[in-house]
Each structure stands twice: as structure tokens, then as C-alpha cells.
């Protein structure tokens, strides 16, 4: 639209890219008689009236006043383009390069040196950043750009937080790309810190040096559960040569709990350096050993050659007064030691074989063998074998090596336990220790009755036993305290998490569809039944929810009931089963469910709903109201579907001849 024209010092001569926010041009800026490049944002036309669109431009350019740094893009003017409709702009310096998502693009990833002098320039602008009070809000590859020079550039604060300026955004809201952001920007918090750059800049670090995001999913939505609630996989179990030290940044990098993560990119820039150190340390030390002992390896070939010969004979001749006779020359390749050596090359060949074959293997050799072992019981004599000759550093990899052993003696203990309190075997094994099986059992017991709360309480003291029990295999009640703990946490978060997503389908309208083998799909329904507090209201006016959700606490519980018959005996989905046991409440009686409720509430909850649609059809100005019963009305047919009642049948069929009109 503007490529070709002039305004002011300014030329346009390329369009670099264009969005729903605007376009980006290269341009000739001419100012006090030099030329140089420069990037030209200009917002798009359709949002010159958008406050909100306007006011944000603008806060970019006021923040970028603010920014002078090496590592970030640079500020050269604003203003507007244009005499008919003029149209503010930002003219920032063009950087001669790519953005880091080309890169990737290009070469799927990247060493993780290279990642590492990339993340020491983003920490340093991070900082700078952040020490102004400005949090970026938004890092991803794109928004990285590095120039021919390998020098890397922060851009786009399109979205950035001024901290000492009122938000634009609205409370709970949530901006910046959903695969990048931090649990607390998933939540709409407002007043995030610069550990939620931090969290991003985990992400990023991830996917440099895996060439793939940690998380997945197909709605945003479902990315915000997942940055909320998932564990994100380590970056090693990609890239088997990365560092220890350098996996073990990015994961604290991306801790869901915001206070665990690092203090400040200061922090990440100084154990950056420090990684590098370590590693060239490391290869230094290696090279080090590797010319001692060539140094020390002992002279080969003891013949004397030709040269050494005719010495001797001179030596001779000397003392016998005698000239000796002169010799014909030999040529070099026929001389004796030169025919020799690719006999004591072969020889050397086979020495250096046999003593690599038997030479103790190393320390990351041994720790590689506990991470690629699959069977319980070959990790656990690796991780012993590396213990008894390296377990004394106190170094990274050992702590590694110790969480494995640890955890796999955990999940050996669990299976033990399941096992025997299938069998009702509440007896303490002759091998295990006495007062940590009993308080296991205990716990299991609780969680089995759905009293979370006291299972939550005897865990925790098992937990803090652990430092009092000696024995090796007794190390993995500690490990499955933890398990314990996290599963029963994971049932307050699902929930949540549930009633969000429940929100959000009907904000948006969405269908869905029940599906009687899926856990989640189960505890949906149960929430929609009114279990576990019900789908959260839209709005807080009560004038807008006059058609109320469905309330069906018997048949909710017998949901529930089923949904724990489902995950009873599938420990990966316990959490489930956890939550079910829960909220079907300790004296579930499925008999005591007869439709006696449903038979009285759903007439009277139908009419309520045409009764509201009638009052309100006509309203151009009522959208919320009108969504409201269309989703009460839906709520109805996807919660008694299943009814076997006459009554209760046609009154489902009833709403389903409605909903089509309800427009």
C-alpha cells in the first residue's frame, strides 16, 4: 500500500510482512545527510478507530522510547504516514538477518552452544527490560531476530507490560501466544512478574534445542490446561548429547510454581556462562589426558637404521685405524623400519582394542547406562554400580543417577503395595519396613474411602520420614509420598481445569459429546449434573442467569460412581479414580438414586427455559440472555440422554424440537 512513497526522511521501498495489527516495510531513513535502513510499523487501517488497537500501538512506542540496548531493537521515530487518513506509525532499526522461527525452519534445531550464546543475549535485554519494569509478555522465535553478525535482537512489545502503567487489559484477561506463555498468564493473573518471561523463556530454550514445542494441543484452551497442569518433558530426552546442567535449566526455567524458578535473567545469564565453563572444563580436561599420555607411551622401534649404522662404523673405523668401505645407499621405502611400520601400526591397532574393551567405563558411561536401562532391576544395579565409584561428587549427574534410583525403587514398592492390598495382605512383608507400610496402608485406605484430606495428611508424614530410613530399598517410600501427594493434588487442578473448559464450550457454544469410557468425559458430565459445584456461571449479574444450571446431586454421585469403577484398577488414570471416590461421597448407595428428583425438577426446568425464551426472543439487545437458554436447553438433552422414563424421555425430546428455534 505505501511501497513507493515518500514521507518525510522516510522512502519505503520493500513491504517486509503483514498481520490483523498492521504492516511491516522497509524503508530508506535519511537524517543528517546519511542513509540508513530502518523497519516501518504501520497499524492497519481497519483498527484506526479501535481505542484499544490505538492505545496499544502507542503503548509499543512509548515503551520502546524507554529501551536502549545492545540486544534490543531500537526506536528511530514515530508519527504518522499520509495527508488523507493518517496513519500512526513506528520506525525501528531494520535488522540485517533472520528471525529465529526461520532458522528453525530451516534447520529443525540447533546446537545447544549456539542456543546458549543466543540465550546469554536474550538474558542480558531481559534484564535491562525488566529492570525498567517492563515485562516482554510475549518471547517466541519469531519475535528473536539474529543479524549476519550472530548478534540476537529482542522485538515486538506489542504486548508488553509497563508495570508502572495501568494495564490495557482488563483483569483475568490472557495475552501472547498460547504455546509460549506462563501458567500465570494462562490464568488471566494481572499482575504478572518477570519470572513469566522467564517461564517463556524456557519454552523457547526447549524448542532451540529439541526443535519441538513441550506442549501440544489442539485448542488454546487445551494449551492453557496443559501449561497449567503438565509436566513438561525434559529437553535430554531428545537430544542425548545436551548437558546435564543445561537440561536442568531449562526445566527449572519452565517450573509451573513461578516462585521455583530462577530469581532473574541475571541468574540464567550467569549460570549460562557457568554451563559453558563447566563443558569446556570438561573437554579441556580431556585433552589434557589425552596428551599426557602420549607423552608417556614408551619409544617403539628399537632397530637401528642406516644412518645409525654408518655411525658405528665410523665409531669402528676410529679405533682401528681402518677407512671403512663405502656403501651403496638404500632408497627410503626399502629400508627396513619404514617396511615395518604397518606391521607395528596393526600391532598398536589391536593393544589400543583389547584395552579400550577392558578399560573401566567412565562416569557419563555409567550414568548413560542407568538412563537407557528399561528393566526395573538393571537401572537399579547400574545406578548402584555408578553410586559406588562416583556417588561421592555430589555433582548433577549423580543427583540425576540418585533421582533414578530413587524413583525406580518407588514404583517396585508401589507395585508391591497394590498387589498385597488387592489381596487384603495389610501384614507388614518380613522385608519392609514396619511403620512405613502400615502408614502406606493407611493412606491407601483413606484415598479408597475418598477422604483425601486425612490420605493427604498420613502421605505427608511418611514423606517427612524419609530421611530416617537407611535401607536402599526402603529409599523408595520417600519417592512414593511424593507420587502420592502429587496425584492427590492433580484432583483439585482437574476439577478446575474441568469447570473451565465447561465455561468455555458454552461461551462459545461448543457441542459435545459424552463418550462413557473417557474418564474426563465422565467427570464433565458429573459437573454438569451439578457435582463439584457445577459449570461456573458466565456472568455474575443475576439478571443474566435467571434460567439456572441443572442440579442432580443423586445422579451426579452415581456419575461419579461410575467413573471410579472405570479408574479403579488403572494406575496411570488414579487421579481420576481419586476424584471419584471423592465425590461420590463416602456412603454412596446407587439405590438411593430412584429419579425421583428428575421426574419432579426437569418439567419445571424446561418450562422455565421457554418461558425465558419467550420473554426475550425479540430482544436484539439480549445475546447473553438468549446463549444462556440456549445452553440450559442443551444442557438438558446431553445430561438425560440416557433416561429410560417415558416422561423424562419425552420431556428430552421436547428440548430437542426447541433448540433449533432458540436462534
Known sequence: ???????GPFEIDKELGSGAMGSVYRAKFTHEGKVSRVAIKVVALGLLG??????????????????????????????????????????????????????LGRRLKLGWEEVAAYAKQLCSALQYAHEKGII?????PSNLMVTTEGV?????????????????????????????????????????????????????????????KPFVADTTVDMFMKHVQEVPPRASRFVSDLPVWLDNLVAFLME?????????????????????????????????????RRKDRPLSGNEL?????????????????????????????????????????AVLLIIGGIVYLFMPAGPQALADAVQKANDPEAKIKAAETYLAKYGSDGGDVTQSVRKQLRETRGKQLEAILDKRYASNLAKPADKTEADAYTAAWAGMELEQKGDLTAAQ???????????EIKDDFLEGWGWLADDRLRQLHEVDDKIKALRQQLREMEINEKPWKFDATEPESLAKLAIRLGGSGGVPLI?????????????????????????????????????????????????????????????????????????????????????????????????????????????????????????????
Open 1 to 7: 500500500m505505501f511501497v513507493g512513497q515518500k514521507f
Open 305 to 345: 637404521d642406516e644412518a645409525d649404522l654408518e655411525a658405528a662404523r665410523s665409531l669402528k673405523a676410529g679405533k682401528s685405524g681402518k677407512k671403512p668401505k663405502k656403501k651403496k645407499k638404500v632408497p627410503l621405502l626399502q629400508r627396513q623400519w619404514v617396511r615395518a611400520i604397518p606391521a607395528v601400526l
Open 152 to 212: 540476537l535482537k529482542l522485538t515486538d512489545f506489542g504486548i508488553a507490560k509497563d508495570t508502572d502503567v495501568t494495564a490495557l487489559t482488563g483483569a483475568n484477561s490472557t495475552i501472547g501466544t498460547a504455546a509460549y506463555m506462563s501458567p500465570e498468564q494462562c490464568r488471566g493473573d494481572k499482575n504478572l512478574t518477570n519470572k513469566s518471561d522467564l517461564y517463556s523463556l524456557g519454552i523457547v530454550l526447549f524448542e532451540l534445542i529439541t526443535g519441538r
Open 136 to 140: 516482554h509478555r510475549d518471547l517466541k
Open 539 to 663: 456472568s455474575d449479574d443475576p439478571e443474566k442467569n435467571k434460567v439456572k444450571h441443572v442440579s442432580d446431586l443423586p445422579k451426579a454421585r452415581r456419575v461419579y460412581a461410575d467413573l471410579a469403577k472405570l479408574t479403579e484398577k488403572k494406575p496411570e488414570e488414579r487421579s481420576w479414580f481419586l476424584m471419584a471416590v471423592r465425590e461420590r461421597g463416602a456412603n454412596f448407595d446407587p439405590k438411593a438414586d430412584d429419579g425421583k428428583t428428575r421426574a419432579d425438577t426437569l418439567p419445571k426446568q424446561l418450562e422455565a427455559i421457554k418461558a425465558e425464551w419467550t420473554r426475550i426472543k425479540d430482544f436484539n439487545e439480549a445475546p447473553a440472555e438468549k446463549r444462556d437458554c440456549r445452553n440450559r436447553c442443551k444442557e438438558l438433552i446431553d445430561c438425560y440422554a440416557d433416561e429410560t422414563d417415558e416422561a423424562l424421555k419425552k420431556v428430552v425430546e421436547e428440548a430437542k424440537t426447541l433448540l433449533p428455534t432458540m436462534k
Open 256 to 292: 509451573k510454581d513461578k516462585e521455583r524458578r530462577p530469581m532473574d535473567a541475571a541468574t540464567v545469564g550467569r549460570m549460562l556462562a557457568e554451563i559453558e565453563e563447566k563443558m569446556q572444563n570438561q573437554q579441556s580436561a580431556g585433552l589434557e589426558v589425552a596428551s599426557s
Open 50 to 103: 479501535n481505542e484499544s488497537a490505538m492505545a496499544r500501538f502507542e503503548r509499543e512506542a512509548n515503551i520502546l522510547k524507554q529501551l536502549r540496548h545492545p540486544h534490543i531493537v531500537r526506536l528511530v521515530a514515530t508519527g504518522r504516514l499520509g495527508k488523507s487518513q493518517p496513519t500512526p506509525f513506528i520506525a525501528m532499526e531494520f535488522v540485517e538477518g533472520e528471525s529465529l522461527d526461520h532458522i
Open 457 to 467: 495428611s498420613t502421605w505427608t508424614k511418611l514423606k517427612a520420614r524419609e530421611a
